[in-house]
């Protein structure tokens, strides 16, 4: 009979073996998806000029029917048009209205080019700086993404800005130029001015996300959102890799982006329960073509698609039955090796999968310290941020409530909804509505969308310290997910930026919309929704968003959530993994205590024996179906103790107090 020794060597050696299978088979994934991908861009790719030469095609009717219809969801669904006008000083509908009126005195002869429609639409919408708030362009545009074959990424030097290429399309190539090659000068604008300029028109909600805007767009524009670059080609002056002064012409290229993960316009839960900056998720579709194809290979191409079995991007990475929504590893850092896990997207269809994939993935990193990562994230479906909150914490969450403005339109949405007969149950927010005309409330009552039994069905699952890291492109879904953080004092945020994108609402489209109108039959003889031409769309922030507990009742909107450190990314950072942020993250849990609660409980005829191993804590609580049951004091040793008369399929809580302040929970059922 082996020895443990020769045991532990056997299976010391099995792991090796196995890790090096895992990373040859990474790698072999990696190389065939470049091919792949490189093949399909290139084979759907086309010039931005060939490409317009196919768009064209609205007549002066469909035009019209878009500027009406665009007035009809700003004037009467529009729940931030209030703060934006006061905010930002715009009025949208009144420019719509002009729009309308002079575009009475065109005909098909004299009206103007559709390519300056399109961009004053898309101006309009811009205007009010909401991200959720949006002209979909018509085909060909929808479904289509413009970019160039490399990103350029901001790092700091002390005070200064530098801008990096950090990736290039597979294949390409130019003198001195791939990743640590600094840009300097845009089309002759220095860059940092260029990024500024753009970012003016993709306007985010405060600074940090107009300039994160104005950079990723530069090389990145998702056609059905943004209006095509004006230039055929773009000049970028930059410093090549050997420091040598460089200047390159780069064409605009067209190609078809990997397809979104629901249809937003069906009448479904998924679609009405969205909090998504759909800018942000086209481009993080087009980045995985571009940039990160093996992903999509393992996904089939179907964007946050979950996979049959487990599967790794990176040989470092927990395999993950997700590889488009997580990646989870362990890094180790100056300040010791720590769980970073990464969560690109919460735009799935599937919130308690999302939710229970988490707990699966975090269970498998280190115990006493996280770094959940959301920068970059756009957000996605409210159900699967709120319910992920409630395994950091041992204390109940709050949902974040929401609320409608109080128009005619939007009562009627929710009084022929209001008793949740096609599965959007809009009943909570009918009542305010209908007394709104009396009582003069500009809003309705706030009310949660996501349900608080969901937001607390599993409970703590990961007892350690957390640290959140943020950025300005953090919106909508993620925007809720920081917050309802930062609300319940999960643990502390880190942000490469000052504030999130501040994106605080639930959005729905005007397919949407027009369906709640037609469903259940009968279908409203007078709905205002009319059927938009060539596939164009809307979509408006419907219900705001307001956060709990300290600031209960602030809107996310325009006002984020700003982080209790900043750290600015470094050179290191864009091109060796992001070691001195992972830094940073790691100094920070270093301060945070650190507390262990592990409970196991076996059942036998009706005596329940618990044990409970605890670091950190000196009291434990035990409770049966929410009935307390024992308090105990606990030390550095494993307490053992007998509960009578208990059943299979009850619950067992257990609740740890650090002078008497709760600090970890536990439930299992028996």
């Not at 027009?514 to 279908?523: D, G, I, R, S």
């Amino acid at each position: 009979m082996p020895t443990k020794k020769t045991a532990a060597k056997k299976s010391t050696a099995k792991k090796a073996v196995t890790k090096k299978t895992t990373t040859k088979k990474v790698a072999a994934r990696k190389v065939a998806a470049k091919k792949v991908a490189a093949k399909t861009a290139a084979a759907g790719a086309t010039s931005l000029p060939a490409f317009l030469a196919t768009a064209g095609n609205l007549n002066l009717n469909q035009r019209r029917l878009l500027v009406e219809q665009a007035i009809v969801l700003l004037e009467q669904n529009y729940v931030h048009l209030p703060l934006k006008a006061a905010m930002h000083s715009v009025n949208p509908v009144q420019r719509l209205r002009v729009m309308r009126a002079r575009m009475e005195r065109q005909t098909s002869q004299t009206m103007e080019a559709e390519w300056l429609f399109h961009r004053q639409m898309s101006n309009i919408f811009h205007s009010v700086r909401d991200l959720h708030t949006n002209y979909l362009l018509p085909a060909p545009f929808a479904g289509k993404v413009a970019y160039l074959p490399f990103m350029i990424e901001k790092c700091f030097e002390g005070n200064t800005e530098r801008y990096l290429i950090t990736k290039m399309v597979a294949g390409y190539t130019a003198p001195q130029f791939g990743p640590g090659a600094e840009v300097t000068h845009w089309n002759g604008t220095p860059i940092a001015r260029a990024v500024a300029l753009n970012g003016a028109q993709f306007a985010g909600s405060n600074e940090a996300a107009n300039l994160a805007r104005g950079l990723e767009s530069l090389t990145l524009r998702p056609l059905v959102i943004q209006a095509p670059p004006d230039e055929d080609w773009v000049t970028v002056s930059y410093l090549g890799l050997d420091g040598s002064s460089k200047e390159l012409r780069e064409q605009w290229q067209v190609t078809n982006n990997p397809p979104p993960m629901a249809d937003l316009d069906a009448i479904n839960a998924s679609s009405a329960l969205m909090g998504l900056d759909l800018d942000s998720d086209e481009k993080a579709r087009a980045k995985k073509l571009l940039y990160v194809p093996e992903v999509l290979l393992l996904e089939k191409q179907m964007s946050a698609a979950a996979v049959a079995q487990p599967a790794a991007v990176d040989s470092a990475d927990i395999p993950t039955t997700m590889p488009g929504v997580f990646r989870a590893r362990e890094v180790a850092t100056a300040h010791g090796s720590y769980g970073h896990l990464r969560i690109f997207t919460f735009s799935v269809d599937d919130p308690v999968g999302f939710r229970d994939e988490f707990v699966r993935l975090v269970a498998e990193l280190p115990q006493h310290g996280l770094i959940v990562d959301v920068r970059d994230n756009g957000g996605g479906h409210i159900y699967a941020s709120e319910f992920t909150l409630q395994t950091m914490t041992p204390g109940p969450i709050t949902p974040e409530p929401v609320q409608f403005i109080s128009t005619a339109l939007n009562l009627r949405i929710c009084k022929r909804h209001k008793a949740n007969p096609v599965g959007i149950d809009l009943g909570p927010w009918f009542d305010s509505l209908d007394m709104a005309t009396e009582t003069g409330a500009v809003f309705s009552s706030a009310r949660p969308i996501t349900p608080v039994e969901g937001a607390n069905e599993v409970g703590q699952t990961y007892h350690g310290p957390v640290v959140l890291i943020t950025d300005a492109r953090c919106y909508s879904a993620t925007d809720i997910f920081a917050a309802g953080f930062a609300d319940h004092h999960i643990g502390k945020i880190l942000g490469v930026d000052d504030n999130t994108g501040a994106g605080g609402a639930n959005v729905w489209t005007h397919g949407l919309l027009a369906a709640l109108l037609q469903q259940p039959a009968p279908v409203d003889a007078s709905t205002p929704y009319k059927p938009l031409p060539n596939g164009a769309n809307m979509r408006v922030s419907i219900r705001r968003t307001l956060r709990v507990g300290d600031l209960s009742g602030t809107p996310v909107e325009d006002l984020g959530v700003r982080p209790d450190a900043i750290h600015r990314l470094t050179r290191d950072d864009l091109l060796a993994d992001n070691v001195d942020l992972l830094d940073a993250a790691a100094k920070i849990l270093t301060t945070m205590p650190v507390r262990r609660l592990a409970v196991t409980a076996t059942l036998s005829g009706t005596t329940a024996t618990v044990e409970v191993v605890a670091d950190g804590i000196d009291r434990v609580d035990l409770s049966i179906d929410g009935r307390p049951v024992t308090s105990e004091d606990i030390g550095p040793d494993p307490i053992t103790i007998d509960l009578a008369n208990v059943t299979a399929g009850q619950t067992l809580r257990a609740d740890a107090y650090t002078t008497n302040t709760l600090t970890a929970s536990h439930r299992q059922t028996l």
